[in-house]
């Protein structure tokens, strides 16, 4: 027997009758306690987040690069997205060496993206569409234009010579260690005035800052209570886990053809750090209603507890275990659904009564979802529904990255030259310097590049996808001309509209925002599944999540689902016990 998925809305979710009889009675011992119910009911936690690459969103004025205004004129759609905080990358001044994540001035917003007078009413015309603006903070380094750089490096006796973290050559005149940035090549960079050294874990123009000095740390807790009295509703800070380094700068074992060490195996996450961390939440965020979403590479499931929580030093944190991809492309390996669901799985589990979990697939670092989790021969709609079904039915804050809700993909060019992301040349060299040849170098560039990510939003079929009137900073994707906004708002069956249903049933069900998360399945090879469910005194909302993450057909216990009607499926209808590939459904217990 099939069952029919509905097209949702209130009434018909109110009315469901759909039912294979009685979904089974929830077990004692999975009802939230009241305690847990209280610390789930906070803004943040309720809500759908969008994240805006400004580069790339929407120009209001025809210079080919997004802008503020340009974010404004959009906030009714991110509204109709069921969006309730936007975080938006770095708008400070930057020389964009690395598109704003080289500030120049924390204080200041950079001419390409508008002036303070249009970030003031973005914050205030968010309000009025019950949106909220996550700042970007990147207190790793600054941009080697900022005021305090300039000064650090004129002379080892000028005011702020401690701020960045400067060393003496070795005795040969070379780099002080052996380490290797994050962007390939030397962590250290000569400078001459100085005649000394300076870390930079990124781009050359990115210097570390030296948190060791208290007037560093104070000076970057101004910059945040700044923008907390300008009304922002939280924030997302930077690559934190490199901001301590450590005593000893040794030299490290070689992990590459270079002779050189990754810094992150060197600097990551050193022992001390959180005294730091939790500095910063007292002078800044607490007690003040504002959210903090760290990224925290390397920092897994197992740290979670002391790095989330009320206790630990941020609200959420973006972790990457569940994601495919490396620092170095080229030693990149797929990852397999079962790993997919330990990684999810192990957050959810890590995250059920500390801390909270931001949901994410994508960002402007990483390859859009439709082509890194599966094959070329996928069907993309369905691929982008099955992920976004996790996206908004995961216990956590969803993070839709700007187009991942139209299904966006990667492009594929054919030269390196022709992308703009200031790690792409580094990466193709250090395949080639691993022996790789150019063809297949140029390969790892098309499945990593972080300009996949990056290509404008796409709008409607107009010229430049309705993006800019004028020469767009980085070409748009082809496939506008399908997958667009416009076109998507019209077809019942879009992703576009599957996002939009999802967030509606997302906003209906406390189980899906408030409710705990019960894996089901877990030794399914291809099928992620669980039960969210939340219970109170008078409620019983439970949801049972299946999805097919594998390219083929796959069967189920059927038993699992008894007593349960269905919400909706990407297929349109279901039959229990039987999932077709990248096959998404969503059940709710019998009322
Ligand atoms: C992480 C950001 O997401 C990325 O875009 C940036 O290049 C690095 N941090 C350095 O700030």
Redesign the pocket.
Known sequence: MKFQSIIFSTFILASLTLSFTACKKQEASTVPSKKAEASQTEWWKQTVCYEIYPNSFMDSDGNGTGDIKGITQKLSYLESLNVGCIWL?PVYASPMV??G??VADFYKINPLYGTMEDMDSLIAEANRHHIKIVM?L?F??TSDQNEWFLESKKSKDSPKSDWYIWRDAKPDGSAPNNWRG??GGSAWQWNEDRKQYYLH???TA?PDLNWANPDVRQALYDITNFWIDKGVGGFRI??IPYIKKPAEMADGKPDGADGMVSIHDMTANTEGILDYLYEFKQKTVAGKGVFTVA?ANGVGPDLLKFWVGDSGAFDMLFEFSHLPGADIWHKAKKISIPEIKTALISSQVATASNGWYPVFFE???KPRSVNAYFSEKADRILAAKAMGTLMLTLRGTPFIYEGQELGMSNVKWNSVEVYDD??TKPQYNLALQEGYSPEQAITFVQAFS?DNARTPMQWDTSANAGFTTGKPWLALNENFKTINVLNETEDSTSVLNWYKKLGQIRKQKKALTQGNFTPILAEHAQIFAYKRIFASDNENDTVTVLVNLSETDATYDSAIVVGCELIVSNYGDTEPGKMRPLEAILFANKK
């Open positions: 990358t690395d598109n994540y080289d970007d990147v790793n380094h994050i962007f874990t990124f781009a990115q930077d690559t990224e960002n402007h670092d200031v790690n972080r």
